[in-house]
């Protein structure tokens, strides 16, 4: 059984505001610490090539980066990104040359293979920390509000 209180949300964002005017370097080391859990995501996430030789890649989930943070308008942008050129192939699916592929057993059997599927990795990532985002931040600003007795 739940209730609702009104304007408990208006109090929660009046809170977040002024947590970002008197405690700035709080609310942007919580945005780095959010910016690394979806660093950590998106690398379980990305696959590891296995090559015939029976050495393993990894270079496209070493690469994941976290940018700077930047304010802009009354939010922060900071990028989580892959400097590898391959990585938005492996992300949203590519076409292959001529039907070839390393990797013949993973896709259909049926003679060539004009396309491969997408991995989505930062995308189910982003979708993921979106959901868990709500009740991450609410705890967080609880924390912030008992530690400096606002």
């Known amino acids: 059984m739940g209730f ?16 970002e005017i008197k405690f700035p370097e709080e609310l942007e080391r919580e945005i780095y610490n ?5 660093l950590a995501k998106v ?3 990305t696959p590891v090539g296995v090559y015939k030789d029976g050495h393993n890649g990894g270079d496209l989930r070493r690469n994941w980066q976290i940018g700077n943070l930047v304010k802009e308008g009354n939010g922060y ?7 590898l050129d391959y990585a938005s192939h492996v992300e ?10 390393s990797h013949p057993d993973t896709y259909k059997k049926r ?5 491969v599927l997408g991995k ?5 990532s982003v979708e993921e920390l979106n959901k868990e985002l709500p009740g ?6 609880d924390n912030v509000i008992k530690e400096h007795g606002l």
């Open 4 to 19: 609702d209180v009104e304007g408990l949300d208006e109090f929660k964002n009046a809170m977040m505001e002024l947590v």
């Open 34 to 38: 959010l910016a690394n859990r979806m």
């Open 43 to 45: 690398k379980k996430r």
């Open 77 to 83: 942008y900071i990028e989580v990104f892959n400097i």
């Open 92 to 101: 949203y699916g590519h076409r292959t040359r001529l039907g070839k592929t």
């Open 111 to 115: 003679g060539t293979i004009s396309f």
């Open 120 to 124: 989505h990795m930062l995308k189910i």
């Open 136 to 141: 991450y931040l609410s705890n967080w600003l």
